[in-house]
């Protein structure tokens, strides 16, 4: 009983957690990469709206251009691209995997701390520990 009790509580958290990580997925990617230093810009020129248009969108591409690296992010639902440079990449990519490891702690916590809900004993009958009868009184 425990154990589909256990594996019922493990799968709702990962279908939830997928489930929210998903609806916040673009715009949390948009935080990062505004946090490292990549900058807004909305296509002017007919070359842009060409170069705009050919790019994927919602995922961070390398592109280069006369020797020049550059990253870019086409946020297709605002009509704007975020464009940085490596270090604004290399900043990113490290706030995403900090991101992940605090996300990760914090589940871990959660679980842990579902998880010793249950302990008989933690919160069960007997607050200050189980009592003991004398025997032979």
């Known amino acids: 009983m425990k154990s589909k009790l256990l594996s019922l509580v493990i799968v709702t958290l990962i ?8 609806s916040m997925d673009t715009s949390n990617t948009i935080d990062l990469l505004s946090a490292s230093g990549f900058k807004q810009r909305t296509p002017v020129t007919e070359k842009e709206f ?3 248009n050919a790019t994927p969108a919602y995922q961070v591409h390398r592109v280069e251009v006369e020797d020049k690296v550059f990253y870019v992010f086409k946020d297709e639902e605002n009509k ?11 900043k990113y990519k490290q706030l995403a995997i900090q991101q992940d490891i605090a996300q990760k702690q914090y589940q871990a916590a959660q679980m842990q701390q579902d998880m010793s809900m249950g302990w008989y004993g933690a919160y069960g009958p007997y607050f200050y520990g189980p009592r003991y009868r004398m025997i032979g009184r």
């Open 15 to 22: 279908a939830l957690g997928l489930f929210g990580c998903a």
């Open 50 to 52: 060409e170069i705009y």
């Open 80 to 90: 704007v691209a975020y464009l940085g440079d490596e270090d604004n990449y290399q």
